[in-house]
T-cell receptor, first 113, second 114 residues
Framework: GENVEQHPSTLSVQEGDSAVIKCTYS??????FPWYKQELGKRPQLIID?????GEKKDQRIAVTLNKTAKHFSLHITETQPEDSAVYFC????????????FGSGTRLSIRP | DGGITQSPKYLFRKEGQNVTLSCEQN?????MYWYRQDPGQGLRLIYY???????QKGDIAEGYSVSREKKESFPLTVTSAQKNPTAFYLC?????????????FGDGTRLSIL
C-alpha cells in the first residue's frame, strides 16, 4: 500500500549547523509533498511544500529537494536556531486536494546550544 | 489556524461510553480530515470527507464514526468499540484549488480513559 518512510526518527545538531531530514514515498503517482512542523502539544503547521514539477524550493533557511526518479524528498534547515526544535513530518499526496495524504512517522529535531 | 476550532481541548471517557469530538471550520474548505496521534508517533488517518454528506474510511476507522451534514462541521465519535482511545486527535481541512492545497490543522483534543 501507500507508504512514506522518514529518517532519522531523532536528530540532534549544534546550533548554527545544518539539519537534513529524508523521506521516501512508494506511490509514483504522488505529486504534492508538504512538510509540517509540530511543537510540543501544538498543531502541525506547514513550513514548506513542493510539487512534482519542481526539483527544489527555498524559503529563507529552509529548502526542500525532490527526486522523482528515486521517489525521495528531503528537508534542509541551515543555520539552525533553538526555535527550530520540534517534530517535523513529511507527507505525500496524489490526485486532487481532497485525496488523502500519507504522513511520515516524524523526526524529533533538537538544537544544542 | 484560527479558522479551525476543535473542542473540547481535553476529554475523558468512561468505559462503555461514546464521546464526540467537535471540529468546525470557517475557511470554506470542502475537504476535512480526522487524525489520531499517539505519543512519539506520526499522524494516522481515521476518516476524511471530500464533500458534504460523503466521507471515506482512513487507515484506522474501526471504533470511530463521523458525519458531514454541514460543510463547516465534521464531528468524530469515539465509540465503545474503540478499546484504546487514549490519544491526541487532530482535525484538518483543505480547499480544492488548482492542484493540491495544504492542510490546516486545529489545536487538537486530548482524549483519556477514566
Amino acid at each position: 500500500g501507500e507508504n512514506v518512510e522518514q529518517h532519522p526518527s531523532t536528530l540532534s545538531v549544534q546550533e548554527g549547523d545544518s539539519a537534513v531530514i529524508k523521506c521516501t514515498y512508494s506511490d509514483s503517482a504522488s505529486n504534492y509533498f508538504p512538510w509540517y512542523k509540530q511543537e510540543l502539544g501544538k498543531r502541525p503547521q506547514l513550513i514548506i511544500d513542493i510539487r512534482s514539477n519542481v526539483g527544489e524550493k527555498k524559503d529563507q533557511r529552509i529548502a526542500v529537494t525532490l527526486n522523482k526518479t528515486a521517489k525521495h524528498f528531503s528537508l534542509h534547515i541551515t543555520e539552525t536556531q533553538p526555535e527550530d526544535s520540534a517534530v517535523y513530518f513529511c507527507a505525500a499526496q496524489k490526485g486532487g486536494s481532497a485525496s488523502k495524504i500519507i504522513f511520515g512517522s516524524g523526526t524529533r529535531l533538537s538544537i544544542r546550544p | 489556524d484560527g479558522g479551525i476550532t476543535q473542542s473540547p481541548k481535553y476529554l475523558f471517557r468512561k468505559e462503555g461510553q461514546n464521546v464526540t469530538l467537535s471540529c468546525e471550520q470557517n475557511l470554506n474548505h470542502d475537504a476535512m480530515y480526522w487524525y489520531r496521534q499517539d505519543p512519539g508517533q506520526g499522524l494516522r488517518l481515521i476518516y476524511y470527507s471530500q464533500i458534504v454528506n460523503d466521507f471515506q474510511k482512513g487507515d484506522i476507522a474501526e471504533g470511530y464514526s463521523v458525519s458531514r451534514e454541514k460543510k463547516e462541521s465534521f464531528p468524530l465519535t469515539v465509540t465503545s468499540a474503540q478499546k484504546n482511545p487514549t490519544a491526541f486527535y487532530l482535525c484538518a481541512s483543505s480547499s480544492q484549488g488548482l492542484g493540491n492545497q495544504p492542510q490546516h490543522f486545529g489545536d487538537g483534543t486530548r482524549l483519556s480513559i477514566l
